[in-house]
T-cell receptor
Framework: EAAVTQSPRNKVAVTGGKVTLSCNQTNNHNNMYWYRQDTGHGLRLIHYSYGAGSTEKGDIPDGYKASRPSQENFSLILELATPSQTSVYFC????????????FGPGTRLLVL | GDSVTQMQGQVTLSEDDFLFINCTYSTTWYPTLFWYVQYPGEGPQLLLKVTTANNKGISRGFEATYDKGTTSFHLQKASVQESDSAVYYCVLGDTNAYKVIFGKGTHLHVLP
């Protein structure tokens, strides 16, 4: 069974603070993705990765960094969190690009005060 | 650029009603098209996938047909149940790209 896990599941941060969201997958997939979900926008791609050591900008990368230290792990980093980054964040993994199914984690709910 | 459009933000039906969710897309490539479903408190999960090779997908009683002429990819189900209440996303995948594009989602609420 494909498995993508995220931690933490809920996070409260202060404006200007640093936030790290973590994702782990046991699917042995090459590609991993970070999305945010907001009412009226659906899911929007922040960063993605083709494999260990690679990170690429998605559609809305401003204010976010990503790190892929291994095949299994992909982190999303908010160096200076702002209230506009309050959202639900989803990590996903997939075997290759736009043709293949993506497997999503359960999400992290982030509130920036 | 590539895009996908779901105009229905919310749909409310009663059990045993017919479901039809409209989706249109725009791309210059040969698309793979998906419907994902998201239940409360969970991440999205694949409902069905259709390519230009097979044109049609069926899963869990849901059916979607890809029409290249009208660039549409509608989702339908003959008789919905309360357990079908969820958000449904139409998703466009590019065979030449790394990513997919999500529509804004349709929130289906089925009344018992």
């Amino acid at each position: 069974e494909a498995a993508v896990t995220q931690s933490p599941r809920n996070k409260v941060a202060v404006t200007g603070g640093k936030v790290t969201l973590s994702c782990n997958q046991t699917n042995n997939h090459n590609n991993m993705y970070w999305y945010r979900q907001d009412t009226g926008h659906g899911l929007r791609l922040i960063h993605y990765s083709y494999g260990a050591g690679s990170t690429e900008k998605g559609d809305i990368p401003d204010g976010y960094k990503a790190s892929r230290p291994s095949q299994e792990n992909f982190s999303l980093i908010l160096e200076l969190a702002t209230p506009s980054q309050t959202s639900v964040y989803f990590c996903a993994s997939g075997d290759s690009g736009g043709q293949d199914t993506q497997y999503f984690g359960p999400g992290t709910r982030l509130l920036v005060l | 650029g590539d895009s996908v459009t779901q105009m229905q933000g919310q749909v409310t039906l009663s059990e045993d009603d017919f479901l039809f969710i409209n989706c249109t897309y725009s791309t210059t490539w040969y698309p793979t098209l998906f419907w994902y479903v998201q239940y409360p408190g969970e991440g999205p999960q694949l409902l069905l996938k259709v390519t230009t090779a097979n044109n049609k997908g069926i899963s869990r009683g849901f059916e979607a047909t890809y029409d290249k002429g009208t660039t549409s990819f509608h989702l339908q189900k003959a008789s919905v149940q309360e357990s079908d209440s969820a958000v449904y996303y139409c998703v466009l995948g590019d065979t030449n790209a790394y990513k997919v594009i999500f529509g804004k989602g349709t929130h289906l609420h089925v009344l018992p």
